[in-house]
């Protein structure tokens, strides 16, 4: 397996945060409103993103959103090289997704192949009026044609650059965007 190095921090807390705060307006824009919206996480680091954006919405409309966390872990086609025994976790839909428009909230856009894995899994729930996908980073480099609906920043990467974003729930209390490289 290849070692990755840090090359550097693309973005902080702050300019997270930043990105965040755009991403809801944009997202409830978007709908035109916050009546058929409900949010949902890709497990890990989608649901962090969802979070933040549901809590600005809150803050800015006063408006609460259902929130949701999907595992996608049983949807993925690389399921098989992924572990041995894979850890499926639970899925937590708090509302029927029938005639809302859900949007998938994932940390980095890449091949296109989780946000694939998580629409067929969404799927299993209903029908939604639409699909939206919020991503903090897009990177590049899809092998699916599949496109976010709103992008936090698009980095351009390389194929041996990989993008790691922390958030405090999930990371320790670090939040930031590193850029890594893989070695070897």
């Given at each position: ?17 930043r990105m965040m ?68 976790k639970e899925s ?93």
């Amino acid at each position: 397996m290849a070692e990755l190095t840090v090359k550097r921090t693309l973005f902080d807390a702050r300019q997270m945060a930043r990105m965040m705060r755009r991403m809801a307006a944009e997202l409830v824009e978007r709908a035109g409103g916050t009546d058929t919206l409900m949010l949902v996480g890709v497990r890990t680091r989608g649901v962090p993103l969802a979070d933040f954006v549901a809590a600005e919405i809150v803050r800015t409309e006063g408006v609460e959103l259902p929130v949701g966390i999907l595992d996608i872990t049983l949807y993925r086609d690389d399921l098989s090289t992924i572990a041995p025994q894979p850890v499926v976790k639970e899925s937590v839909l708090p509302v029927p997704i029938e005639d809302r428009i859900v949007v998938l909230c994932d940390d980095v856009l890449f091949s296109g192949r989780t946000i694939r894995a998580a629409m067929d899994a969404l799927m299993d729930y209903g029908r939604p009026k639409a699909i939206r996908l919020a991503v903090l980073i897009d990177r590049g480099h899809r092998e699916l044609p599949i496109h976010a609906d709103c992008i936090g920043e698009t980095v351009q990467t390389t194929d041996t650059e990989v993008i790691k974003v922390s958030y405090a729930a999930t990371d320790d209390g670090k939040e930031m965007v590193e850029l890594l490289e893989r070695e070897g």
